[in-house]
């Protein structure tokens, strides 16, 4: 069967859920709300200082660490766990980790700001968040990346929750969140035009991702087998810290010039941990 042709199935969130909350400051209740699966998704609106968006951007532009992605193009400082055996993944975290701190060690860093407040919210349930290990081994502490792909979408409709199936990966701990909530967290520093947020109103199965082939990518979705569904198209802007339910299928549309991002992904293991990975 082609893929555009296959009906979604899965599972599709009420009205009160499917939605965006925004803010001119950060909120770190609303993002737990997320985390705890209450909320799809919330932006912060211009919460990054233009200092610091300006000297992160230079500094990933600058690195001598910085790659050019194929398949789903990009420039990018950092480490995807996606599609890999977690060996593989955890040496290119380590071998790139001095680069990502070289760059969100800027002053007033967002990742830095925005972990330090959600730790601070999370003591207050008795957790915490850290990143993501494994034999003593860290997963990547940030993705930097700036989408360059043509076409309708700059990154491809897909979701996170099917690459955390991937049985090369046993016994990485983010696995265990999938008992949880997937919490995609992306920061603009760098923006030009277009590069909006869409996301559809479908967490796909088990029974989709086995007859679309993609059971541990969960990548790409077809445009047309999407069109039933409800989508919301958020603009991003600079200086934006938006965190949303990333096991909804959701893209990337078309840019013009720049859309640079720090990211990563994040989630409950147990009720005392989030861990973090990319």
């Avoid at 211009?46 to 790659?67: G, Q, Y």
């Avoid at 996170?160 to 967290?185: N, S, T």
């Avoid at 990333?246 to 941990?273: C, K, Q, Y």
Wanted: charged letters at 25%.
């Amino acid at each position: 069967m082609q893929q555009s042709t296959t009906r979604l199935s899965g599972q599709q969130a009420d009205p009160e859920f499917f939605r965006f909350e925004e803010r001119g400051e950060l909120d770190y209740a609303l993002v737990l709300d997320v985390l705890h699966g209450r909320r799809l998704g919330v932006i912060f609106r211009d919460v990054i200082p233009p200092a610091a968006r300006k000297d992160l951007t230079e500094r990933f532009w600058a690195s001598p660490a910085r790659h050019h992605r194929e398949g789903e193009p990009s420039h990018y400082v950092g480490a995807y766990h996606w599609n890999k055996d977690v060996d593989t993944y955890l040496d290119e975290s380590a071998a790139v980790a001095e680069h990502v701190q070289q760059v969100i060690d800027a002053p007033d860093s967002p990742w830095h700001v925005f972990r330090q407040g959600v730790n601070e919210a999370l003591r207050e349930e008795g957790a915490s968040l850290r990143v993501a290990q494994m034999n003593g081994r860290s997963a990547c502490a940030a993705l930097i990346r700036a989408w360059d792909k043509e076409g309708d979408f700059s990154l491809d409709p897909h979701e996170d929750e099917a690459q955390c199936k991937d049985p090369r990966q046993h016994g990485f701990e983010v696995q265990r969140v999938l008992d949880h909530q997937i919490c995609a967290v992306n920061m603009c520093t760098e923006h030009t035009a277009g590069g909006r947020l869409v996301i559809w109103n479908i967490r796909p199965d088990d029974a989709t991702r086995r007859s679309l082939g993609i059971e541990q990518t969960g990548l790409p979705y077809q445009a047309e087998a999407l069109a039933d569904f409800e989508e919301l198209r958020l603009d991003i802007r600079e200086g934006d810290v938006y965190a949303f339910n990333g096991a909804f299928v959701h893209a990337v549309d078309a840019n013009a010039g720049n859309r640079t991002t720090v990211s990563f992904i994040m989630g409950f293991t147990d009720p005392r941990t989030v861990v973090s990975w990319t």
